[in-house]
């Protein structure tokens, strides 16, 4: 089992780049078949989204498209932005299990933890982009007394693709911490699973 979760996590990926301060979430949902968790393994890797130029599929994935509106104008020979803003559509890309009755409760227990813990995971990435698109909001409009207009939009470019190279390296650093906490938190989220249906708090899948 450990192998099978470990190797899922490792496929957890997201598209970008990313950002913004205005979010439109969407959720697109794939359908996957299989009675065990090797079954269903198979069916991620061969159902599951492409990303990318990877050549690979994943259980789970967020598209997102961000689109950043500058305007310009200025007085006394100077230049910067009047206004600006940045938004975003985020489309997550989920799996949905099509429960088969050879299915065992204990698989039905893992898939609903490892469900809610790839949408988590997705949704948080959504929160990073989000952060740093306000960052970059904020910076925008902050392009003061420039030379001329020209100038001041080239100040705009550099403050964009800067802030997004540290929006890209905070989604990978995000990955990599997931990925070696990930075994010890399902454990954690399986035994949480458990003790709320041993209580009567959640139905059994």
Known sequence: MSRLLLSLLAALVIAGPAGASSVERSYSYFTIGGSTLAEIEEELNRRGPMVGTTERRHPGATR?????????????????VIDASVELNANM?????????????????????????????EEAHVVIARNYAREMEAALKAVRNERDCEAA????EKIRTEILRRHDEAQVEFDRIEAINFERRMLRLLDYRLERMEDGRLPMP
């Open 64 to 80: 997102m498209q961000f689109a950043t509106r500058v305007s310009y104008g200025g007085s006394d020979g100077r230049c910067g």
């Open 93 to 121: 890309i989920l799996p949905r299990w099509r429960i088969t009755r050879d299915a065992g409760m204990e698989t039905r227990i893992i898939w609903d933890t490892l469900a809610a813990d790839i949408r988590r995971h």
């Open 153 to 156: 939009e080239a100040r705009a």
